[in-house]
């Protein structure tokens, strides 16, 4: 019997955990999502090439390939949103998610429906942004970037699309509705949706590090968006609509 019903969010979870597969796939079927399963990386660029999906969810400790390269890989050609899955309770694991573009990250063991509030906290601001509201949105330039709210796409000057996690976007959105403002840690959390405050109180400098690399060109001396000491995070450039 098919327990999802038709244009349910397609979910692929990647784990060597047969037991953890099985137990997520029933979950998420039961509360209207499509689900597909991989147990490594071969099997999970197999499931991606075969047909699209809305979001992964993807274990770090698999057998072969890691999770982190395989997330590492995936965001070369990729957006889909992840939520990474992870048995250390170390920040470490935690930083390398969301600097290699991990949207968001999990500590093993988890309570299923903690998950399914994240993967609807995620999904929310990947795809409702592509909304009625978000439609009538204007692209957004500065100092030779265009950002499109609408399509949540960053292009460089002579048009090139820059890949952004769907953290980095909501975070660079942040700062571009807000220019030539200090903006704390908590505000740019508050702004930027989904980013979780509990979870690692210094995630916001991980994602703007991450941005400072592809928007700087020197990202150890950043001049768009610029550390105030025991302030917060000052977005510099003029911004306008297009």
């Known amino acids: 019997m098919n327990l999802t019903p038709p244009h349910s969010p397609t979910l692929l ?28 990386g071969g099997g999970m660029r197999a499931a991606l090439a075969a047909e699209p999906v809305d979001l992964v969810i993807l274990d770090v400790m698999l057998r072969g390939e890691d999770g ?5 890989s995936l965001r070369t050609a990729s957006r889909v949103p992840v939520i990474m899955l992870t048995a250390m309770a170390d920040h470490t694991d935690r930083v390398v998610g969301l600097e290699i573009g991990a949207d968001d990250y999990l500590t093993k ?15 929310r601001r990947t795809h409702d942004g592509g909304g009625a509201v978000a439609e009538t949105r204007p692209c957004l330039g500065f100092a030779g970037w265009r950002l499109d709210v609408a399509r949540r796409e960053l292009r460089s000057e ?32 508050d702004l930027a949706r989904g980013l979780s405050h509990g979870a690692y109180d210094r995630s ?16 150890k001396n950043p001049a768009l968006i610029r550390t105030v000491r025991n302030g917060g995070y ?7 609509r297009q």
Request: contains cysteine; proline residues 4%; negative net charge.
């Open 13 to 40: 979870i990647v784990d060597d955990d047969e037991d953890i597969l099985s137990l997520l796939t029933l979950f998420f079927q039961k509360h209207g999502y499509s689900v597909r399963v991989a147990e490594e």
């Open 68 to 72: 982190f390269s395989l997330c590492r």
């Open 109 to 123: 063991p988890f309570d299923a429906r903690e998950l399914l509030a994240r993967v609807k906290a995620v999904l």
């Open 158 to 189: 002579d048009g090139t699309l820059v890949l952004l996690s769907g953290g980095e976007f909501d975070l660079l959105l942040a700062f571009v509705e807000h220019p030539q403002r200090v903006l704390t840690r908590d505000q740019l959390l």
């Open 204 to 219: 916001i400098d991980v994602q703007v590090s991450r941005l400072r690399h592809k928007l700087e060109d020197d990202p």
């Open 234 to 240: 000052i977005f510099t450039p003029q911004v306008r």
